[in-house]
């Protein structure tokens, strides 16, 4: 018989889950007492991202694991566009007592496998568990810049050049195709299979669920001395466009530098690491462009205006039908 | 007309909630960049604590400044449970698209106001928005250890004294009221009126929607030297037992120290804190035992065996009707 989160005490479940999460390198105290405790060289670095389900993910085609290795990742981005290195993540959970328990086990591994694979040495080293009606899973990333100063997104200065590093575009692809495919004629969510896609359309959905961004490069591009730096989480144009206002400048983006630009300017998911550098790019970044004095748009495409809006707004351009 | 959250883009109402939101003492950056950086003088603490509607609150009780206070109030005790002092929040709210955007400017206003209350310097230094059907409040809070080693649960040594600061057992009366005296026959939630209630009620019914833990003392036990603290979120007798277990100790509390000692034993939701001493008591704490060696009772109240649950779990305790 499936075992429900109604049926187990909050202790119970937060058991569970411990017992599959490796142990923070920068953790004094862990998971246990009242709050856990992180011994850091330098500044803290601290920032927190949401996911609900409905206008964030879907049961029908996000799998406990894809949910928290997602949940640690574009939390893990943040960290490393100010180039921080990513010490510890608090997971507070909001499930529903329908659940089957080993969705949060597989929630706990996503979270696990994240850390392991994108930010070696960082692991969740605190929780919180509530009953809710909506799945949630609100993650706190924390950092440490190790004596280093953080990498702004105001510090672009003409001259530069914008530089990206990790998959651009390829997630909203995936996006795309799950809404195109996966949809039944209501529009509501159907169960995703992977087996009826092309190779490069799983990849792209794969990205969208389960994204991979470059976290390490986060702190190579501090050391390279990066101008400004934001990870890309709504697109492109529109992050960009938040950098060059941060900055005072105009950026020109060179659409020649990627092989699909329409889906390149206006994807975000990918929680790419976009950047300025006025000395050589470190490795890992290609240049996409370069920073001018201010104009009359604060990005341009191929030096001239661009009309879409450049990527999304999460928060309004999501319906959130269940499924 | 009442302007609704889904009226208005994320970024909107973030620079609404910003607005009211003072800067941190410990910010090096604030709000508006990928992430926060503060600087502190020693380890960190970090916890985090999620108050969802349903089984942690109800919107016919509780005031958009009420959830905000509580919010922060909860995280800001497990901070200085540890011995810590409270530098910064991060603020992770799930809301439903019908919610009045005054709500969220209510809640913004009580986090502020806990902040100034209880832990002065700190504030809120990121946030995130979502939409959702259920409303979510997941804070994170930040402390600065300040050089001092943390103080743990598991460290109360028999002969010490254990000591309490702050309000026992007042919360706890405050939600029995609400659930007596503002419920349908169905037990569905009906809109508070305080009104109608006696002044110690409402001073009950005020400490369970908006509680005052002493956040300052959790510094100042661990200043004069606590042996062990906790904050008592789930009921004084069943955190005493986590701690006696921690510290592989016997706590004997003595019923006479309180007026009202069945709500005291049994009651939580106020976050007092619970700390052990070998030597003279800091002001603000008050003796209400002893610990002893290890026995077969991991708590004992006036030397005997205590058989109520000594508090509840508020995941498997509170029922999630709405209201």
Redesign the interface.
Known sequence: MTELIGEL???DILRRILARTPEATAA??GP?????????RG??????????????FRLAWSSGFDLGYKAAAVNL???A??G?RPT?L???L?IP?SLPVTMVEEMADGLAAACAQLAPGCAV??????????L?I?V????D?EGRG?V???GAMPGDTVAIAGAQGVATRGLSTLFRRFTDDAGVPITLDLDVLTESERREVRAQLRPEPPIALGVAAAQAGASA???VSDGLVLDARRMAR?SGVTIDINSQAFDNAAAALEGGEDHSLLATFSGPLPQGFRAIGRVLDPGAEAVTVDEARYDLPGGW????DWD?QAG
């Open positions: 005490s909050e202790s004094v105290v246990g007492d009242d709050a856990a405790v992180l011994a850091l500044d803290l670095v601290a920032t927190t991202d949401t996911l609900v389900h409905g206008p964030d981005a943040d960290i566009a100010m921080a510890a608090l997971v507070a909001a007592a080293v605190g929780g919180d568990l509530t009953v809710s009606a909506t949630t609100a706190t990333a924390l950092g810049l953080p702004l997104r105001s730096m934001m990870d941060a707004d999460p928060y309004r959130a």
